[in-house]
């Protein structure tokens, strides 16, 4: 017997510091792990203890004698990766902790309830002297876990309990639904706090950049999936769903995920906890085929392994990839001549080809998977979207061309009345914190903020997640993310070198509240879970969410 790593996998890496023998990889000590979508078992190292398996937030480990049919893939999956990779660390050896700090208290303010948030928190709340208040302009906390993660992804959605167990925490407490910028400044909290961490994310989509795109059928995909999971700044958002074909623009993990719930029946989404409001509307809904146009080629596809497998497996509805479109850069085509092709794109490859290979199914759904294609106009009578103009790409022909494409300048119209862009997320600027926008991020290092134009550090300032990096990465980067501010603040904590505050925090409640703030507490947030929950049970669902701000703030009340 062996374990395996399946879909759910959100590379939290709790599973790499119990391993025993280093079967588990990449680490988050290997220069692969900021990189990589997911973390494999070698099936040739494992010595199937099992330690792993209570470690993982979201039960993606399983022994290979529990796997299902559609599991069973997981096992090549893992292996595969091995091919070009070693084991060659053996034992782990654990890493020395620095005692932690007592004494006198200092109180960290976090702005944002995301993963990164909370992974800086249980970071920060290990040490005795350390207090944490965290601010969300939501009721509601876990950020993207609730509003983004997609609703038939139970098992990621788990990492919530590692969550609500920070904040069981005493040292711990939730200012929600509570703005900066309007109910407190920054300002006020550097007056109030030794620390002040954000990280309130990347909140708006890129843009194409192209004529029609603000036609009323061209939508972001992050507004989809916010309308879908409840966000109450979408709730009451219409899209057309009238038309027989969408078009996602983009390959990474949102495109399959706005694709997946467009085409999936919507008796299997009533199980889960998406918006009733999006239940209602797709059930209207009259699109039978999503087409996921991608600029580039496969290797080059965002989209994870997983992700991508599972849309082989979606009842009803057929994968269609033209063979002909599977093509290789010059360096990744050399690359597999050569045999030495890397092993995730390799695996990406082969998936694409067996989908390729399948024969249409009569009456099915249709996912159609495009690749070297790019939008250069969205087109409509009025402000209607009736079709997406395109363009061919192909590669450079000698290596050094590397994955760069140019157009053909062969076009063509793809029908379509819906188009969705699927391109990444960027930071918006917060008032009184430097911001790159250029890059849409808070200049730091390693979490530390500095000026807009580089420079100094900003004393008592810090960042982490999305806001830090750039939209890149999942739970797991998130985690080494969060915790890396954490020690940032532990170290400067250290060094005597945090400013001391000039008024206390204990007056922050009162402040918001004067200010029109409907303030969530920790005991709040529980009768806003509960009531979810209770409601949920009612119909087999995991919850039902309240989508309404003044609900919510009821609800929380008591």
Known sequence: MTYVITQPCCNDASCVSVCPVNCIHPTPDES????????????????????????CPVEAILDDESLDEGQQRYLQINADYYTDHDVTAGLVVPGKNLPLIDGEKVNVAIVGAGPAAFYAAGELVKHPAVRVDMFDRLPTPYGLVRAGVAPDHPSTKQVEKTFAAIAARKSFEYFLNVEVGRHVSTDELRERYGAVIYAHGASTDKRLGIVGEDRAGSIAATDFVAWYNGHPDYADRQFDLSGSRAVVVGNGNVALD????????????????????????????????VVIMARRGIAQAAYTVGEFLAMGDLPGVDVIIDPDELVLDPVNAKALLDGTLDSTIATKLRIAKEFAARMPTEGAKRVVFRYLLSPIAIDGAGDRTDSVRCVRNAFGVSPGSGAA?????????????????????????????????????????????????????????????WIKRGATGGIGRNRMCGEETARAVIADLRAGVLPEPSKSPADIADLVSGRGADLVDGSGWKRIDAVERAVGSETGRRRVKLIRIEEMASVARG
């Open 32 to 55: 692969e792990f900021m990189r990589t979508e997911m973390l494999f078992i070698d099936p040739a190292t494992c010595i199937d203890c099992g330690a792993c398996v209570e470690e």
């Open 405 to 465: 494409v140019a157009p053909t300048g062969e076009e063509f119209d793809l029908h379509a009345t819906l188009v969705m862009r699927a391109i990444g997320y960027t930071g918006l600027a917060l008032d009184g914190v430097p911001f790159d926008d250029g890059a849409g991020v808070v200049p730091n290092v390693e979490g530390r903020v500095v000026g807009a134009t580089g420079g100094d550090v900003v004393p008592g300032v810090y960042v982490t997640g």
């Open 258 to 289: 706005v694709a997946r719930i467009l085409l999936t029946n919507p008796d299997v989404l009533r199980t889960t906890d998406i918006a009733n409001h999006a239940l209602e509307a797709l059930g209207r809904s009259r699109i039978d085929e």
